[in-house]
């Protein structure tokens, strides 16, 4: 059980395309899932929170205009990246939370913007 | 906000060896999880804990909840080459168990055979 799968692993953009990447808890419900960025070597950055229903809500310094998250359903979260440009490019990850505190994530979207 | 302080940041062992990491919070925790992402993937949940003084085995693995609520650590016994990888400890942000995680800044791991 908490399986959590990412859509697409891998995309290349050109500058100014949007970019749209999926994440869905397979075998369980979330009323919360939540998405980071990751540079190489460092911890996760937490994004955004996603509440199904509701707007997302953003950490400090995340553009929500740029990086839109919708939460459709109990079982859907995605992220989109308008107007991507070279300095965007990262491993977006996200998590669905399962109970009390323990999330569990999916396998990662490598986006690299030329 | 929370801060948690993972240490070591990196260490290189040789096949056979025992492993030790932790973690120190400037506040109280309900909960620590241990995470390890390999390269590439998304991070994998390897042991929660939910209790001060909890002592929680995964196969080779164990970690512990410290009795002060600010600590936590993850051993691995008769490392292997597949241990490589980047672990993470994590807690609730804010302490609250509304779900955001705080995480420490990794421990990667080098295991030589």
């Known amino acids: 059980g908490a399986v959590v799968s990412q859509h697409p692993s891998r995309v290349i953009c050109k500058s100014g395309t949007s970019v749209k990447i999926e994440c869905r808890s397979l075998?369980?419900?979330?009323?919360?899932m939540f998405w980071y960025r990751q540079f190489p070597k460092q911890s996760l950055m937490l994004m955004a929170t996603?509440?199904?229903?509701?707007?997302?809500?953003?950490e400090q310094g995340v553009e929500k205009d740029k990086f839109l998250i919708n939460h459709a359903s109990l079982t859907l979260s995605t992220l989109t990246v308008t107007s991507a440009h070279p300095e965007d490019s990262s491993f977006y990850i996200c998590?669905?939370?399962?109970?009390?505190?323990?999330?569990?994530f999916g396998p990662g979207t490598r986006l690299t913007v030329l | 906000g929370q801060q948690l302080n993972q240490s070591p940041q990196s260490m290189f062992i040789q096949e056979g060896e025992d492993v030790s990491m932790n973690c120190t919070s400037s506040?109280?925790?309900?909960?620590w999880l241990w995470y390890k992402q390999d390269p590439g993937e998304g991070p994998v949940l390897l042991i929660a804990?939910?209790?001060?003084?909890e002592l929680t085995s995964n196969g080779r693995l164990t970690a512990q909840f410290g009795i002060t609520r600010k600590d936590s650590f993850l051993n691995i016994s008769a490392s292997i080459p597949s241990d490589v990888g980047i672990y993470f400890c994590?807690?609730?942000?804010?302490?609250?168990?509304?779900?955001?995680?705080?995480f420490g800044q990794g421990t990667i791991l080098t295991v030589h055979p």
């Open positions: 998590s669905a939370r399962m109970r009390g505190n323990e999330q569990f």
């Open positions: 075998d369980f419900q979330a009323t919360t």
């Open positions: 996603s509440n199904e229903g509701s707007k997302a809500t953003y």
């Open positions: 506040s109280i925790f309900n909960t």
């Open positions: 804990l939910y209790k001060a003084g």
């Open positions: 994590a807690g609730p942000a804010g302490g609250t168990s509304y779900g955001k995680l705080t």
